[in-house]
């Protein structure tokens, strides 16, 4: 079981350090086709990347956060996360039917 944290953002990086959460490999773009039943992924998926590691039994979880307008479009540190009350969800997300 592998642990993947998908991010970019120093902030994430640290906040995740503070909160003691094991980490296997940090990677800024998610390659599904690596993952295996029972890994773990953590980070912000669109949705259709985050119902491809469900799919291939692994379980997603969202880094989810309550972030003001005024915060939107500029890097968030730790502290950032922390005030906007960052936690990580498990969410089990499935790809339905394409729209005719």
């Known amino acids: 079981m592998t642990t993947y944290f998908i991010t970019r953002h120093p902030g994430a990086i640290e906040w ?3 909160q003691g959460i094991h980490i296997d490999e940090r990677v ?3 390659d599904t086709g690596q ?3 029972g890994d773990r992924v ?3 998926l669109p949705a259709n990347l985050a119902a491809e590691v ?3 039994g692994g379980a997603y979880y969202h ?3 309550h972030m ?5 479009g500029r890097e968030l540190t730790a502290d950032d996360l922390d005030r906007y009350g960052a936690k990580l969800r498990r969410f089990q997300v499935q790809a339905m039917e394409d729209t005719p």
């Not at 003001?68 to 939107?72: D, G, N, Q, S």
């Open 42 to 44: 953590l980070g912000t």
């Open 16 to 18: 995740a350090e503070r």
């Open 28 to 30: 800024e773009h998610l």
């Open 35 to 37: 993952i295996r039943p």
């Open 54 to 56: 469900c799919a291939r």
């Open 63 to 65: 880094l989810s956060l």
């Open 68 to 72: 003001p307008p005024e915060a939107r």
